[in-house]
């Protein structure tokens, strides 16, 4: 039973566009939501990272935002480049971290 | 390099066939992390240990699995009697301080086919 769900499962955007992919949860015992991005071949790494006591975060061009109330979390890509092109992964921890099914974004030059 | 090595790289096995599969972590971490990453899936978290000691395995999803990290560094995960279902990427992740906590550094993983 997947904790943490994700959507879409792939996106495509042209170069300079948002890419935006959204998780939900239920256990509220999560305490720490991580973005993980994967290229093909690799394993993930750790790209931004949010605890529930803030609404948003920024990192150059990757930002989360974080509604508690309604229990969701998402990842916006600004001026998505070619090289963002990867799979992105949510995740929620409690003891352990809990992964989405990921999102396959694609960049078109 | 500094980064978690894993090895070999591809498996395939024939179906009831052991394999084992190695992880080297980042030198001086404390935290190990198993995970399997079924195709087009997020990984799914397997065992962990601390140091030598395996605290968590409920993860693992038959006793077909074991994992060991005798010396509190390298962890092999062996799967006995293969099955195509165990078909996965298997990812080894560490980190330097104890407990499930922030800073997971992952390897690239082994792609295991089993026929």
């Known amino acids: 039973q997947q904790q943490v769900k994700q959507s879409p499962q792939s996106l495509i955007v042209q170069k300079g566009g948002i890419s935006i992919i959204n998780c939900a949860y239920e256990?509220?015992?999560?305490?720490?939501f991580p973005w993980y991005q994967q290229f093909p071949g690799k394993g993930p790494a750790l790209l931004i990272a949010i605890r529930p006591d803030v609404s948003e975060k920024k990192e150059g061009r990757f930002t989360i935002s974080f509604n508690k109330s309604a229990k969701q979390f998402s990842l916006h890509i600004m001026d998505s480049q070619p090289g963002d092109s990867a799979t992105y992964f949510c995740?929620?921890?409690?003891?352990?971290?809990?992964f989405g099914a990921g999102t396959t974004v694609t960049v078109r030059a | 390099g500094a980064g978690v090595s894993q090895s070999p790289r591809y498996k395939v096995a024939k179906r009831g066939q052991d394999v084992a599969l190695r992880c080297d972590p980042i030198s001086g971490h404390v935290s190990l992390f198993w995970y399997q990453q079924a195709l087009g899936q997020g990984p799914e978290f397997l065992t962990y240990f601390q140091n030598e000691a395996q605290l968590d395995k409920s993860g693992l999803p038959s006793d077909r699995f074991f994992a060991e990290r005798p010396e509190g560094s390298v962890s092999t995960l062996k799967i006995q009697r293969t099955q195509q279902e165990d078909s996965a990427v298997y990812l080894c992740a560490s980190s330097l301080e104890a407990g499930f906590n922030e800073k997971l550094f992952f390897g690239s993983g082994t792609q295991l086919s089993v026929l």
């Open positions: 256990n509220t015992a999560f305490d720490y």
């Open positions: 995740a929620a921890r409690t003891r352990k971290l809990s």
